[in-house]
């Protein structure tokens, strides 16, 4: 079975500061995605990054960066100079590489609350 | 752009009424998902479905139906409704292929069993 763990259940940070959102995930499976997830005060889910198995490389898409590390099962996620829009509910997932009716079925971590005050 | 839209976004309910929540999306996606959201615990899998006339149970289907009539809408049924089913239910749809596990999903509707 999988497991995705965000041990972080709520983060305070000031603007501006730099924030990263821990995330650890067990599968026995050599193939599977990893997802973040952005959850505004509004309520839906929005989608924010995907990475493969197969791709170690860290990315940087404008504030936000992540750092997907094989060897320890993490991914984790950096918000630079975070700003008050920041603030929301971020989810880790996890989906195993089980054909194709697997596309959506995530395993999702317990979600990190991330307050950012002005 | 809609989206997925769901409905209500708010509902009580009393032990052992049964509703159906209601989902439609326009973006012609052909896999649909219903997930529920209990606080401190992410987000669990009810029922998905593949297509039109094809739905499977996910990770925590009992006391929940669905049907699939269309593309565009999946319904979610709960029959004899009990506390345990509080909960935000969401639910969401993605495309068959290239965009592997980005989700679309609804804003929500907020299920409160008393």
């Known amino acids: 079975a999988q497991k995705v763990t965000q041990a972080q259940t709520e983060i305070s940070v000031v603007e501006k500061e730099d924030v990263t959102l821990d995330c650890v995930y067990e599968?026995?499976?050599?193939?599977?995605?990893l997802f973040w997830y952005k959850q505004p005060p509004s309520g839906e889910l929005v989608f924010l990054i995907r990475?493969?198995?197969?791709?170690?490389q860290n990315e940087r898409s404008g504030r936000y960066s992540w750092n997907f590390q094989k060897s320890t099962s993490s991914f984790n996620f950096t918000i630079t100079a975070s700003q008050v829009v920041d603030s929301a509910v971020y989810f880790c997932a996890l989906r195993i590489n089980a054909g194709g009716t697997s596309y959506g079925k995530l395993t999702f971590g317990q979600g990190t609350i991330l307050t950012v005050h002005p | 752009n809609a989206g997925v839209t769901q409905t209500p976004k708010f509902r009580i309910l009393k032990i052992g009424q049964s509703m159906t929540l209601q989902c439609t999306q326009d973006?012609?996606?052909?896999?649909m998902y219903w997930y529920r959201q209990d606080p401190g615990m992410g987000l669990k899998l009810i029922y998905y479905?593949?297509?039109?006339?094809?739905?499977d149970k996910g990770e925590v289907p009992n006391g929940y139906n669905v049907s699939r009539s269309t593309t565009e809408d999946f319904p979610l049924r709960l029959e004899l409704a009990a506390p345990s089913q509080t909960s935000v239910y969401f639910c969401?749809?993605?495309?068959?292929?290239?965009?592997?596990?980005?989700?679309?999903f609804g804003e929500g509707s907020r299920l409160t069993v008393l």
């Open positions: 973006m012609n996606h052909n896999y």
């Open positions: 990475r493969n198995s197969f791709d170690e």
């Open positions: 599968t026995r499976d050599t193939t599977y995605y």
């Open positions: 479905s593949v297509g039109a006339g094809i739905t």
């Open positions: 969401a749809s993605s495309p068959p292929t290239g965009a592997v596990g980005e989700l679309f």
